[in-house]
T-cell receptor, first 112, second 111 residues
Framework: NAGVTQTPKFQVLKTGQSMTLQCAQDMNHEYMSWYRQDPGMGLRLIHY???????DQGEVPNGYNVSRSTTEDFPLRLLSAAPSQTSVYFC???????????FGDGTRLSIL | GDSVTQMEGPVTLSEEAFLTINCTYT??????LFWYVQYPGEGLQLLLKATKADDKGSNKGFEATYRKETTSFHLEKGSVQVSDSAVYFCALNGGYQKVTFGTGTKLQVIP
């Protein structure tokens, strides 16, 4: 009964490095999303996917890439890390367009 | 675009006090509305939801009513407990899981 699994839980990067945040769900949900959470700003949508092979940009997509080759996985790639990308990142999934989302426990990312 | 405004915190209450956290929204169409709760070090969990006007969502003693005329979805609980201490987020889903969150309200309940 894993739900939404995010790895790693913590990561420290240097400016300019690249990395991939992993997200996997075992509920066969079509919809998946990535958010970043910053103090005083709530959660902001980075990218989302409505099914395998289909992704779209959210509110703050710059500096991030996504792909969705399977229903289960939705990795988030930081191409060239910047200090402004220091944040807590959450992945979420949902079975349909209007249903509530299930969240992972987050990845805490610091960029020096 | 869609937006959610919720009252700023932190909110500090004594155990058994009445809780209200205000939430108003702007959206086109007929969004679904949610309250999520986040405990320290964890992801968000659904607390309650409402999918159409006048729906009342309820869970664990918390309630919120979807008021289209005032574009509001205020969270209430009659008697809070220390275990309710957390951050509460109001959110709307305007479709395709493009969800807009409020900034969150931290609740601290003291014995």
């Amino acid at each position: 009964n894993a739900g939404v699994t995010q790895t790693p839980k913590f990561q420290v990067l240097k400016t300019g490095q690249s990395m991939t945040l992993q997200c996997a769900q075992d509920m066969n949900h079509e919809y998946m999303s990535w958010y970043r959470q910053d103090p005083g700003m709530g959660l902001r949508l980075i990218h989302y996917s409505v099914g395998a092979g289909i992704t779209d940009q959210g509110e703050v997509p710059n500096g991030y890439n996504v792909s969705r080759s399977t229903t289960e996985d939705f990795p988030l790639r930081l191409l060239s890390a910047a200090p402004s990308q220091t944040s807590v990142y959450f992945c979420a999934s949902s079975p349909s367009e209007y249903q509530p989302q299930h969240f992972g426990d987050g990845t805490r990312l610091s960029i020096l | 675009g869609d937006s959610v405004t919720q009252m700023e915190g932190p909110v500090t209450l004594s155990e058994e006090a009445f809780l209200t956290i205000n939430c108003t929204y702007t959206a086109t169409g007929y969004p679904s509305l949610f309250w999520y709760v986040q405990y320290p070090g964890e992801g968000l969990q659904l607390l309650l939801k409402a999918t159409k006007a006048d729906d009342k969502g309820s869970n664990k003693g918390f309630e919120a009513t979807y008021r289209k005329e005032t574009t509001s979805f205020h969270l209430e609980k009659g008697s809070v407990q220390v275990s309710d201490s957390a951050v509460y987020f109001c959110a709307l889903n305007g479709g395709y899981q493009k969800v807009t969150f409020g900034t969150g309200t931290k609740l601290q309940v003291i014995p």
